[in-house]
T-cell receptor
């Protein structure tokens, strides 16, 4: 069983829709939770991070963590075609290691 | 604004050949790492380094060697390429180990095909 599970999609939604991306994890030792965005043929870039249960907002993006359920989510409001990318969740365990989900490929249709 | 630079961008190897993927960063980062990205598998850590002269294994180290003789460079060596090593390789760096607040910067990736 993978430590982090993420639905690979693909997910296709119309412009302006609210997008929900999710990951589940099995290791209670995970401390920090991150979302990366990866455009085609590019390296991942950090979008948001959080380390506690609850919500964190940044513009149109909201990261949500539920440690009791081992479940994290990323919500995108008023989605734009420029949001089309692969979104990867990542979690830190120990001092040095990041564990990534498989990534969800998202397409926003104009 | 070089950031993390990886070379080559694309490479085709024959089974059994060896090669080195180069990675350099100009941000004076201590922490550097190599990941491979395969369909349905996400990013998996191969090797990492917390500073010059210090390296350690990640999740999938077999078939790869690394060294860190300078802060700037962290090459990844494939000793005897196998088709299972066909993948996209990403080098990453950050000022310290990857906690939030220390942004991890990824290179553009190196596409490797082993035939």
């Amino acid at each position: 069983q993978k430590e982090v599970e993420q639905d690979p999609g693909p997910l296709s939604v119309p412009e302006g829709a609210i997008v929900s991306l999710n990951c589940t994890y099995s290791n209670s030792a995970f401390q920090y939770f991150m979302w990366y965005r990866q455009y085609s043929r590019k390296g991942p870039e950090l979008l948001m991070y959080t380390y506690s249960s609850g919500n964190k907002e940044d513009g149109r993006f909201t990261a949500q963590v539920d440690k009791s359920s081992k479940y994290i989510s990323l919500f995108i409001r008023d989605s734009q075609p420029s949001d089309s990318a692969t979104y990867l969740c990542a979690m830190k365990v120990g001092a040095q290691k990041l564990v990534f989900g498989q990534g969800t490929r998202l397409t926003i249709n104009p | 604004n070089a950031g993390v630079t990886q070379t080559p961008k694309f490479q085709v190897l024959k089974t059994g050949q060896s090669m080195t993927l180069q990675c350099a960063q100009d941000m004076n980062h201590e922490y550097m790492s190599w990941y491979r990205q395969d369909p349905g598998m996400g990013l998996r850590l191969i090797h990492y380094s917390v500073g010059a002269g210090i390296t350690d294994q990640g999740e999938v180290p077999n078939g790869y060697n690394v060294s860190r003789s300078t802060t700037e460079d962290f090459p990844l060596r494939l000793l005897s390429a196998a088709p299972s090593q066909t993948s996209v390789y990403f080098c990453a760096s950050s000022y310290s180990f990857p906690i939030p607040g220390n942004t991890i910067y990824f290179g553009e990736g190196s596409w490797l095909t082993v035939v």
